[in-house]
């Protein structure tokens, strides 16, 4: 039997699983990026908290972008304006904003700078925020295959995503046989313009639209992937780099996983205004992170001497909170839409 898709009753056109998702994501992003070391915890313990952050953090993300954006295809000029309004524009301010502020405290020289706020127009300058230029790329194919999802079968959308998923293997297959010439076997292969994250953004709308499972079958597969990858890195002299690339099978397999439940879990009716509101702090919170934990999180956590098993969980869990307080305070302000911390409670 096909569980029901958790919907909010006071905003139908809302999904509190989206919200869900988003929430679950930006944890997992926050993750990845406090580089906590204090304490003992060992290789094992970071191995095993950056695979499951991984998965849970950009590959969600992008499965939840696919979900909206290729729902309801709009015209390119029309979807472009709002998207560069609401993504790009924020991103580049922030990014001018966080560059300004490492210059004055030393982290970059002032010479460099004027070359480095140019670049932001052709290259992420907050490493972080490369996610958002690959979104920003992938929303323009959204028109081409929206378009084409409007009017494709199940089959067909299906054998788009086998063919697709033949370049997960890309990765495993280049560890076990490294290529003989970098930049033919990479940048020339066919696979090569056929792989990235616009196949992601697919598969969350097939996820979203069609489901893979039925709910049995859909515990048993997470039990299997949840437990593998610990199980072989510490019986087996495996490559953790193997497991851990975004774009390896397992990865996806597990974020696939992680957004099917996440979409058939039962939330409470009274958790949807929480998770509606959490879930537009989410990007305010993903353009502020990074100064909170270079400037705030990590000398006060590097000191600790914390067991790396909690201590990572409660730096971003100090990390969401101040993340959370600036974003609620920015979102009160006039130009809280252009800075991307807009809060909307009705």
């Given amino acids: 039997m096909k569980m029901p898709d958790s919907t909010m009753p006071t905003r139908p056109s809302r999904l509190i699983w989206l919200d869900a998702a988003r929430c679950l994501a930006c944890l997992c992003v926050l993750m990845v990026h406090v580089t906590y070391t204090g304490g003992d915890g060992g290789a094992i313990a970071i191995a095993i908290y950056d695979y499951y952050a991984v998965c849970g953090a950009s590959i969600v993300f992008f499965m939840i972008t696919g ?3 290729l729902w309801k295809p709009r015209p390119l000029g029309q979807f472009m304006r709002r998207r560069l309004s609401r993504v790009a ?5 922030w990014s001018i904003l ?7 405290l030393g982290f970059i020289e002032w010479a460099d700078l004027p070359q480095r706020l140019l670049r932001i127009l052709f290259e992420p300058q907050i490493p972080q925020f490369w996610f958002i230029y690959v979104v920003m790329g992938i929303y323009l194919l959204t028109p081409i295959l929206g378009t084409w999802l409007q009017r ?3 089959r067909q959308v299906s054998a788009l995503l ?3 998923s033949m370049t997960l293997f890309v990765p495993w297959f280049n560890e076990l046989y490294p290529p ?3 930049i033919i076997d990479r940048q020339h292969g066919y696979l090569f313009y056929f792989q990235g994250y616009a196949g992601v953004a697919l598969l969350g709308y097939y996820l979203r639209r069609w489901g893979i499972v039925k709910p049995r079958a859909l515990w048993a597969i997470a039990t299997i992937i949840l437990f593998t990858f610990p199980l072989a890195l510490r019986h087996f002299s495996l490559p953790t780099n193997l497991f851990t690339h975004r774009l390896s099978p397992n990865v996806i397999a597990l974020s696939a996983v992680l957004f099917v439940f996440i979409k058939h879990f039962p939330f409470p009716v ?13 990007f305010g919170i993903y353009l502020t992170h990074m100064p909170v934990i270079r400037l705030i999180v990590n000398p006060l956590m590097q000191h600790s001497g914390m067991n790396y098993w909690y201590g990572l969980p409660l730096a971003v ?22 800075l991307g911390c807009e809060i909307k409670y009705e």
Wanted: charged share 10%; net charge positive.
């Fill in 270 to 282: 009274k958790s949807s205004r929480v998770l509606y509101v959490a879930g537009q702090m989410t």
């Fill in 317 to 338: 869990t100090l990390t969401a909170l101040l993340c959370g307080i600036i974003v609620w305070l920015l979102s009160r302000t006039p130009i809280s839409r252009t």
């Fill in 89 to 93: 524009l924020p991103m580049v301010i």
């Fill in 162 to 164: 086998l063919a697709w």
């Fill in 67 to 69: 979900a909206l954006v």
């Fill in 152 to 154: 494709a079968t199940r």
């Fill in 180 to 182: 003989t010439n970098t």
């Fill in 98 to 104: 966080i560059l300004t502020l490492y210059t004055c």
